[in-house]
């Protein structure tokens, strides 16, 4: 079955301090990887995607992501956080062939600390 | 462009009842997903239509339906509400190219309370 795991339910970090979230998914031939983002009483937001090419991808915000084969990854990452950075964070999987039949991760809360 | 919108936002109903949510797509978007957001369960796929038609069903029981409109609009419904249906309601549109994946653009979400 096809799954995403975010092994990290919650990340605290210091504001300016560096972040990675984590993502790993299940092994398929052909995967397509996002980042949502979603605030507080809101829809989700796109960050990222990686469709093909490049492995490193960068997104809004400041925010960007590898995509590792090998080691089937996509970790999210930012060199140093704000404030408002301060949300939860979902890895979503659209594997080849799913139509829009997107698996989501249960979501990382990240906690930026003043 | 308008994001997608949902209505109504927010929604109290009561065992038994049944509820119908709402989803205007991207305009120019033929496919809309569904998903329940809980935090238990996080974000789970409902169901997916595209050109009226639905393309995909994750596994909800059969009091959970919808549809979509030839203006690609949808709706889905809930039947004999339980406890356990209140969650935020998400609804995502996408363009559906046909040049490889789409991406998913959600809109604020229904939030239902179910008492």
């Known amino acids: 079955a096809q799954s995403v795991t975010q092994l990290d339910s919650q990340v605290p970090v210091f504001e300016e301090a560096p972040v990675e979230l984590r993502c790993n998914y299940s092994?398929?031939?052909?995967?397509?990887l996002f980042w949502y983002v979603q605030y507080p009483n809101q829809g989700l937001q796109l960050l990222l995607k990686?469709?093909?090419?490049?492995?490193l991808v960068k997104g809004i915000n400041g925010f960007e992501a590898e995509f590792n084969k090998s080691q089937t990854s996509f970790h999210l990452r930012k060199p140093s956080v704000h404030i408002s950075d301060t949300a939860e964070y979902f890895c979503?999987?659209?594997?080849?062939?799913?139509?829009?039949?997107?698996?989501f991760g249960t979501g990382t809360k990240l906690q930026v600390i003043p | 462009k308008a994001g997608v919108t949902q209505t109504p936002r927010y929604l109290i109903k009561t065992r038994g009842q049944q509820v119908t949510l709402s989803c205007s797509p991207i305009s120019g978007h033929r496919s809309v997903s569904w998903y329940q957001q809980t935090p238990g369960q996080g974000l789970q796929f409902l169901f997916e239509y595209f050109s009226e038609t639905q393309r995909n069903k994750g596994n909800f029981p059969g009091r959970f339906s919808g549809r979509q409109f030839s203006n690609s609009r949808s709706e889905m419904n809930v039947s004999t509400l339980e406890l356990g249906d209140s969650a935020l309601y998400l609804c995502?549109?996408?363009?559906?190219?046909?040049?490889?994946?789409?991406?998913?653009?959600f809109g604020p979400g229904t939030r239902l309370t179910v008492l």
């Open positions: 995502a549109s996408s363009l559906v190219s046909g040049q490889g994946p789409d991406t998913q653009y």
């Open positions: 979503a999987v659209l594997y080849s062939g799913g139509y829009q039949k997107v698996t």
């Open positions: 092994s398929s031939v052909s995967v397509y």
């Open positions: 990686y469709l093909s090419g490049s492995t």
